[in-house]
Every structure is written in C-alpha cells, then in structure tokens.
Nanobody, 124 residues
Framework: QLQLVESGGGLVQPGGSLRLSCAASGFTLDNYAIGWFRQAPGKEREGVSCISSSGGSTNYADSVKGRFTISRDNAKNTVYLQMNSLKSEDTAVYYC?????????????????WGKGTLVTVSS
C-alpha cells in the first residue's frame, strides 16, 4: 500500500521547536517532490514549504521563511520540516504530499499522494 505518514506533531509553547517527519511506504521518494501543507481551524489549506526530488530546490511561504527548514533524506525515504520560533498562528494540522517530478523545482499542486496529517498546537 502506497502511503505517506506524518509524525512529530504535538503541543509546544510559543518560541519552541518541533521537527515533523514524512515517511513513505510502498514507494520511494527519490523521484518525488514533497510539499508540506497546513490547515488551521476555519481556514483553507495552504502550502508551507516544498522541496524538489533532488533536494536542490526549496520554497517557503512568507509566513514561515527564516523559521522553518525543509530537508530530505532519500536513504531513509523521509522528508523533514524543522519548525523553530513557533507562533500561535502556526497551530494547524500539517500534511505532507508527494508529486512525481524529476528534477526542477517544487510546486504546491498536482500532488499524487497525501498523508493523513499531524496536529501541531502552539500554546502557552
């Protein structure tokens, strides 16, 4: 069964850090660009960060630039999202998604596979 599984969410205080993981099973991520998305209560889902299949190209939403870092370890078939200096407005369910795409840049559309999400709550 082809699936993505997110982990690493939880409750953290403002200013704290979390690292989310996105692990693939049933397929390898080598040829897939990966995106992290989030959806806060009452809001639409938004793209947070993405990384190309090679890892050579990344993109960040303005709201997380300088605080979040996306990376990938193809040997472990896993993509990570390091989140620092967390704010209450970062509270959301975070999803990872994969799009089959060799080389080039990454996008927040045309995703082939989605995970079920992991909840991040930033609160004191």
């Amino acid at each position: 069964q082809l699936q993505l599984v997110e982990s690493g969410g939880g409750l953290v205080q403002p200013g704290g850090s979390l690292r989310l993981s996105c692990a693939a099973s049933g397929f390898t991520l080598d040829n897939y660009a990966i995106g992290w998305f989030r959806q806060a209560p009452g809001k639409e889902r938004e793209g947070v960060s993405c990384i190309s299949s090679s890892g050579g190209s990344t993109n960040y939403a303005d709201s997380v630039k300088g605080r979040f870092t996306i990376s990938r370890d193809n040997a472990k078939n896993t993509v990570y999202l390091q989140m620092n200096s967390l704010k209450s407005e970062d509270t959301a369910v975070y999803y990872c998604a994969a799009r089959y795409k060799l080389g080039g840049s990454c996008q927040y559309y045309g995703m082939n596979y989605w995970g079920k999400g992991t909840l991040v709550t930033v609160s004191s």
